[in-house]
């Protein structure tokens, strides 16, 4: 069926914002809103108003942002978590720089920002679209908030996405106007018409009735189209057209009038890639969107809010003064607000004013009931007291809060490793293309490196420099006739490292150290394999230390524990467990043999300056 890129907009926001999905025979839901709910609920607001039928304020017990906030911290990721390692020996030089490209990349694009709200909208909606696209020449990644963007609800990619945007007028100028930072391909004619368009209206005074001028709606829509959508007058293509497809980007908008829209295209054209890519902390089966804290905790909020709503009208009832009497005369009057306004009133004979005995009210069942409910919801969300930092209730043993925060932190595991995943799905689709696209230069790189980093890549620099200097210093020794010295290499080593010690903990790195002529050149058979190193911030690093501690102790009192096989298996087993030191790292700092030069070359050299040697 032919339709506009419009029309296919505004059939796909009808459907998101006022249909349902059928995920069971007795399950109806409705993406839109529960993303809508999550966002009331994180921002305390109530869905039926902030006040009831009596006009009297319902209060927000929120519960919802604790739990965020737990499991924010729990699965955070850090820019130093993300590693390069190789598929072979040969490739750890080429993995190192590309290490080191990739930090230098997300410190340049503010990847650790991206990664904060990237894990704080994971926390609250339990998925997050990211969008990663290049601008002049740079790669940005950012987040979409789920209240900007339409999608399919049960299959992400099954039908375009599309994200609402708002621009001020003078931002669409921009992004019209070639040459200027903010130029996106705009056209400007259409840029023009869409502002005349949805000019305020005024008045018979000239002033604005609305605001409609301030933001301007546009719709950008990315996915796999009909081509016949590329061309001017996509009605008018051929049958071919609309049956061939190909994943493409459109940015629209469209007014209403009388006779049905005004349809406006700013840009269309092809794309490589889909910049958006849908991530999960636990994928539901059926959803696009996946259960966030927020949602988990939909019924327990909303028993919370009603638990304290009647705390509250019994408090306010048992505040009051209130009088019964069967004196006609005050029917229909109301006493009290007579009392508190200092009217004197006269009752008649044998008709008394008695106390209506509220004063006692049941508020213990209501905080009974809403304590069964606040327990549940520790529960769903798998966040207990002692992951809240509360104290627990006295008398209960500490390992018994030691095993419940084990068993939360299992949970939050399983999301750190999704999320670990997803990451380095991003960058093998969108991170290292850019990177090796953009490396086409022999430019020096520096790096800030760690003690780890700083052995590692020494092992493999310093005896290979070693034997470059030798190799020249002798070389111009025997062109001035002159006998060079034995090569001494554990001389020229020191030599070596004395020479790298002011630069502290940074190196600099040129493509020629890894034997190519540009980085492009250096990297281009390299094959990628990303490993996400994730520190577990629910660990008991107290225990983690003491046991270290313990095992220092042991190894002090007794160093030939370690020439035992067996001492040995255990002790690396030891350390294995606590997750923060690995037995390799202990051999790591070995040094490496060079491979690529040695110094056999330098007899050619002697034989053709020299002649044969006598």
Do not use: C
């Amino acid at each position: 069926m032919r339709k506009t890129i419009q029309e296919i907009v505004r059939n796909a926001e009808t459907n998101y914002t006022s249909g349902t999905v059928t995920l069971g025979k007795y399950v109806d839901w409705s993406m839109y809103d529960t993303v809508e709910r999550i966002n009331a609920y994180i921002n305390s607001t109530h869905l039926s108003g902030e006040t009831d039928s009596l006009g009297r304020e319902k209060p927000f017990f929120n519960i919802v942002n604790a739990s965020v906030n737990i499991w924010y911290r729990a699965t955070d990721l850090d820019r130093k978590d993300i590693a390069i390692l190789p598929d072979r020996a040969s490739d750890v030089a080429q993995a190192f720089i590309a290490t080191v490209l990739l930090q230098d990349w997300m410190k340049k694009a503010r990847f650790g920002v991206f990664l904060n709200l990237w894990g704080r909208t994971l926390a609250q909606y339990g998925s997050a679209v990211t969008k990663f696209v290049e601008k002049n020449g740079e790669l940005t990644a950012s987040v979409i908030p789920w209240n900007r963007f339409i999608s399919d609800p049960i299959d992400f990619y099954a039908l375009p996405r599309i994200e609402k945007l708002y621009k001020t007028p003078a931002q669409l100028e921009n992004m019209a106007t070639p040459g200027h930072p903010d130029y996106a391909g705009y056209n400007k004619e259409a840029v023009k018409a869409l502002m005349d368009a949805t000019t305020s209206r005024k008045d018979m005074q000239g002033t604005n009735v609305d605001n409609r001028s301030e933001f301007i709606e546009l719709y950008e829509v990315h996915g796999e189209l009909p081509i016949a959508l590329l061309s001017a007058d996509p009605l008018r293509e051929p049958e071919a057209a609309w049956e061939r497809y190909r994943q493409q980007m459109h940015v629209v908008s469209f007014t209403a009038t009388k006779g049905g829209f005004s349809d406006f295209t700013l840009f269309k054209g092809p794309e490589a890639k889909d910049p958006y890519m849908l991530t999960h902390l636990i994928e539901e089966d059926g959803r696009t969107l996946s259960r966030g804290a927020v949602e988990e905790l939909f019924h327990a909020q909303w028993m919370q809010n009603h638990s304290v709503k009647n705390i509250k009208d019994t408090l306010d009832l048992a505040s009051k003064l209130i009088f019964q009497t069967a004196d006609t005369r005050y029917a229909g009057r109301n006493v009290l607000s007579a009392i508190e306004t200092g009217d004197i009133f006269i009752h008649g004979p044998n008709m008394p004013l008695t106390r209506v005995a509220n004063d006692k009210p049941d508020i213990t069942a209501f905080q009974n009931f809403q304590s069964m409910w606040k327990n549940l919801a520790n529960e769903l969300a798998s966040t207990p007291d002692a992951l809240k930092g509360n104290t627990l209730p006295s008398g209960t043993p500490y390992s018994l809060g030691a095993l419940l925060t084990a068993n939360a932190s299992n949970l939050f595991e399983q999301m750190t490793e999704n999320k670990g995943l997803h990451l380095e799905d991003m960058l093998r689709t969108y991170v290292i293309p850019h990177l090796k696209k953009k490396m086409d230069n022999t430019d020096e790189i520096a790096a800030v490196l760690g003690d780890r980093d700083i052995k590692q890549i020494d092992a493999m620099y310093v005896p290979r420099q070693a034997i470059r200097n030798y190799n020249d210093r002798a070389a111009e020794q025997i062109l001035n006739r002159e006998e060079p010295l034995p090569f001494n290499q554990p001389m020229e080593e020191e030599a070596v490292r004395k020479s790298l010690a002011p630069l502290g903990n940074k190196r600099f790195f040129v493509p020629s150290d890894i034997s190519e002529k540009t980085w492009k050149e250096a990297l281009k058979d390299l094959e990628w394999r990303l490993e996400i190193q994730v520190t577990n911030e629910f660990k008991d690093k107290q225990v983690l230390l003491q046991t270290l501690a313990t095992v220092l102790q042991s190894i002090a009192a007794n160093p030939q524990i370690l020439t035992d096989p067996n001492a040995k298996m255990l002790f690396n087993k030891i350390l294995s467990a606590t997750g923060t030191v690995s037995p390799i790292e202990l051999s790591a700092t070995t040094t490496m043999q060079p491979q690529a030069e040695t110094v056999e070359p330098l007899q050619a050299l002697a034989q053709q300056t020299y002649g044969t040697k006598q």
